[in-house]
């Protein structure tokens, strides 16, 4: 079974421009959960998306945003871009939510 | 808030050392425990895990037993090879109250081993 699968996998941008990052989840898996890793701050909860609606959402400015299709896969939204949201973007797969969650490769974003 | 705590790196060994990362957790529940490894340039990829308090999670050497009374889950290998060399995360998930469905993972800041030959 494939797993779960980022695009791009490196982004550069430029400061005030937004940005678009894909999620497909494993096969059959419904939940998808976004983690944003920088050096500074580790890994932190962006959002999840369930049967295409946002379940729950972490402490991000409204910036950030997310949308899940029918099929599953996610896109993650991050407007006017600013120096800090240079990151490794992650996306997380499971089957409902309460299992276990299943890491993408990430997508790199460097903003400049 | 629900918080997990480990041991600052580096942590350098050599080849067949023994290795302990120390997690400590603070949780207003019940949580599951992980740990997750990151190889260079890749994600996450699941370790092991525990769900309840003495669950003893393993895989490929490594141990951790989820220790309710000390809320700890350190992370443990016998023999370290060289391709073991990644950052360590240890994570929890809360289980939600009735009706509650965030499964968000709280992560630790991650240790980064290097093991050389």
């Known amino acids: 079974k494939a797993g779960v699968t980022q695009t791009p996998r490196y982004l550069i941008k430029t400061r005030g421009q937004q940005v678009t990052l894909s999620c497909s989840p494993i096969s059959g898996h419904r939940s998808v959960s976004w983690y944003q890793q920088t050096p500074g701050q580790g890994l932190q909860f962006l959002f999840e998306?369930?049967?295409?609606?946002?379940?729950n959402k972490g402490n991000f400015p409204g910036r950030f945003s997310g949308r899940q299709f029918s099929n599953s896969r996610s896109e993650m939204n991050v407007s006017t871009l600013e120096l800090g949201d240079s990151a490794l973007y992650l996306c997380a797969s499971s089957l409902g939510g309460k299992e276990t969650q299943y890491f993408g490769p990430g997508t790199r974003l460097l903003v400049l | 808030g629900d918080s997990v705590t480990q041991m600052e790196g580096p942590v350098t060994l050599s080849e067949e050392a023994f290795l302990t990362i120390n997690c400590t957790y603070t949780a207003t529940g019940y949580p599951s425990l992980f740990w997750y490894v990151q190889y260079p340039g890749e994600g996450l990829q699941l370790l092991l895990k525990a769900t309840k308090a003495d669950d003893k999670g393993s895989n490929k050497g490594f141990e951790a037993t989820y220790r309710k009374e000390t809320t700890s889950f350190h992370l443990e290998k016998g023999s370290v090879q060289v391709s073991d060399s990644a950052v360590y995360f240890c994570a929890l998930r809360l289980t939600p109250n009735s009706g509650g469905s965030n499964y968000k993972l709280t992560f630790g800041k991650g240790t980064l081993l290097t093991v050389n030959p």
């Open positions: 998306y369930f049967s295409e609606t946002q379940r």
